[in-house]
């Protein structure tokens, strides 16, 4: 299989979805890897060490989605991108496509396979793909909210280990999966004062065990919810449906009870957000203040250390990518349900409930679409 990767173009992405690693792999199973141009170099890697993994070099995206049987990218095709994908044509990377009716629109008439890292799913439960760029994404919230903190940005001026008879910063944490433990962990580790907010209590006494104390907990009703966030000099919001938009959980109005300058970093800003004043924002201008409350709200957080992003999620994706230029999409789809769950479009259909509720769109079943290949076992 003729296997693409081309520049990523999303603002300040500096991510690449193929390392030369992961090329030398792909080679070896006999498959031709397709790079464009100086894809690699922000994440570290020249063309010349993906020419000796035995990848080809092409000039430009055109040519890669040309000759490219499977494109695989980092983030969701841009709209200069979607024009080029085609029927017939696999594409494998973040779609995040519950919030963006546009690039659904477009993938559907494109007619190509979408499948998406973030629903691959595994056995046991959890996202294989997504959770890489997740511990990534969680680590840096803190990181980035400290500096949000920052006066000279806008925020309280507020230290968050504090001084020896000054009060830390205070953390809240919405959400205690991936993200969120990873927030949860960083903040304490900056001398926070830090509470991570759930609703399954089976993941809070999870936290208290492991953590031994670290930071709090506490049962994510409104009514704690709203008392914690006023209270905060940091909120994260670190709460994921898969495949589904995010819930909006912190209001307009709850702003107005929060102290001036706090900050609110929302890492489900690529699932739409869960403050109700979240829009998304770049690496360039990563802030911005409503009430009086300054919001980071960057949709590609882990562009920001490229070079350990795309090892970590090169190091996910490589098994999958290998099975499906090995199998084609369809047998790869077939033997690894898990797999399947990623499937989010093909040749004009949506396949993914989440999306087409959120959309109101129609969705066809998963498995009549694998059963339409010839092959009648489940997925």
Request: glycine share 10%; charged share 20%.
């Amino acid at each position: 299989m003729k296997v693409g990767c081309p520049t990523e173009i999303k603002p300040q992405e500096f991510r690449v979805g193929i390392t030369p690693q992961a090329a030398a792999e792909l080679t070896a199973h006999g498959h031709t890897v397709l790079i464009q141009q100086g894809a690699g170099i922000e994440a570290g890697f020249d063309d010349a060490a993906y020419v000796a993994a035995g990848a080809t070099i092409l000039p430009d995206a055109a040519s890669i989605f040309a000759e490219a049987e499977m494109i695989v990218k980092v983030k969701e095709p841009q709209a200069a991108e979607r024009a080029m994908l085609r029927r017939g044509q696999t594409l494998f990377t973040y779609l995040h496509l519950a919030p963006d009716p546009e690039q659904t629109a477009d993938l559907l008439k494109s007619g190509c396979t979408a499948i998406a890292y973030e629903t691959v799913t595994q056995a046991g439960g959890g996202l294989p793909l997504l959770a890489p760029m997740s511990e990534v994404a969680g680590k840096l919230a803190p990181q980035v909210g400290a500096w949000t903190l920052q006066k000279a940005n806008g925020g309280r001026g507020v230290l968050m280990g504090g001084v020896p008879g000054v009060l830390p910063a205070r953390v809240v944490v919405i959400g205690g999966g991936v993200v969120g433990t990873h927030a949860a962990r960083v903040a304490a580790g900056m001398g926070a004062d830090v509470t991570v907010l759930d609703r399954s209590l089976h993941r809070l006494r999870y936290l208290d065990d492991a953590f031994r104390g670290q930071f709090g907990t506490a049962y994510a009703d409104k009514a704690t919810t709203a008392e914690l966030v006023a209270s905060a000099d940091m909120v994260v919001g670190a709460v994921l449906v898969p495949g589904a938009t995010a819930p909006r959980l912190v209001t307009r109005a709850q702003l107005s009870t929060m102290k001036p300058g706090a900050a609110i970093v929302d890492v489900a800003i690529d699932q739409g957000g869960c403050f109700e004043t979240s829009r998304p924002t770049t690496h360039h201008d990563p802030i911005y203040e409503v009430d009086g409350i300054m919001h980071y709200c960057v949709a590609n957080m882990p562009g920001a250390v490229a070079r350990t992003s795309t090892m970590a999620l090169g190091n996910a994706t490589l098994p999958f990518m290998v099975t499906l230029a090995d199998k084609g999409w369809q047998q790869a789809c077939i033997d690894d349900p898990h797999l399947a769950q990623g499937l989010n479009v093909h040749d004009g259909k949506l396949l993914t409930q989440s999306v087409g509720e959120a959309q109101d769109r129609p969705v066809t079943p998963l498995s009549e679409v694998l059963e339409s290949r010839g092959d009648l076992r489940s997925a």
